[in-house]
Nanobody, 119 residues
Framework: QVQLVESGGGLVQAGGSLRLSCAASGRTFTTFAMGWFRQAPEKARELVASLGWSDGSTYYPNAVKGRFTISKDSAKNTVYLQMNSLKPEDTATYYC????????????WGQGTQVTVSS
C-alpha cells in the first residue's frame, strides 16, 4: 500500500503564500508523475500542477501558472507545491497524487489539506 501525507495548508490572506508538502511512503514502485489537485465545494476536482518524476517536466493550468510551483526532493520521496500571490478563488482542499509508471494514472491519493484564502 502507498501512503501520501499532505501538510502545510492553512488560512492565509489574499496575496500571501503557502507551501504544501506531500510525503510518500509504503509500497515502492517507479513513479511516472506526481501531481497536486484541488477541489472546492460543489466544484469538480482539478489538476493544478504535475511533475514528471524522471524528466522534471511540469504542467500548470492557466489559473495558477506563474503563481504555483511544483518541486520534489527525491531523497525524501516528497513533492512540494509553492503557492504565491494566493487569491480567494484558490480556496479548496488540496490533494497530492502519484502515478506509477505501470499505469501512468494517478492511482494513489493523499487525504487532502485545506487551504483557505481570505479577501
Amino acid at each position: 500500500q502507498v501512503q501520501l501525507v499532505e501538510s502545510g495548508g492553512g488560512l492565509v490572506q489574499a496575496g500571501g503564500s503557502l507551501r504544501l508538502s506531500c510525503a510518500a511512503s509504503g509500497r515502492t514502485f517507479t513513479t511516472f508523475a506526481m501531481g497536486w489537485f484541488r477541489q472546492a465545494p460543489e466544484k469538480a476536482r482539478e489538476l493544478v500542477a504535475s511533475l514528471g518524476w524522471s524528466d522534471g517536466s511540469t504542467y500548470y493550468p492557466n489559473a495558477v501558472k506563474g503563481r504555483f510551483t511544483i518541486s520534489k526532493d527525491s531523497a525524501k520521496n516528497t513533492v512540494y507545491l509553492q503557492m504565491n500571490s494566493l487569491k480567494p478563488e484558490d480556496t479548496a482542499t488540496y490533494y497530492c497524487a502519484v502515478a506509477p509508471s505501470g499505469t501512468k494514472r494517478f492511482d494513489y491519493w493523499g487525504q487532502g489539506t485545506q487551504v483557505t484564502v481570505s479577501s
